[in-house]
């Protein structure tokens, strides 16, 4: 693995201009490559919605990965037809379900 954990944290989610349904804290991490040549060395991840993004600097993948969640739970909302409080019981499921790839993110960071 060319990628080591840089930090780790928690993604509180706070509704702003947009309606954002409650949702319960998300497990952070960030990755960093330890040699890259194309520049996006940085990888921000919501371990329990498994939903990543890169950028060239941390700060950058932290602003894709807000874009990111932030499309997915649009998503998630308009699949259950404009309702925020349906669209949180499926994202908070998906939250809390066992994966593999939860369980490969948990153990980089260990």
Known sequence: MN???FAFGKIFFIPTHKAIPPLPEMSLIYLKKKEQE???SW???CIDLEIDACGNSKDEAWENLKTSLTTYINMEIEAASGSII???????????EK???KDEYFNIYI
């Open 3 to 5: 990628e080591s954990v």
């Open 38 to 40: 194309n520049g996006l």
């Open 43 to 45: 990888r921000a991840a």
């Open 86 to 96: 349906e669209a949180a019981k499926t994202i908070t499921k998906s939250a809390f």
């Open 99 to 101: 994966s593999d790839q």
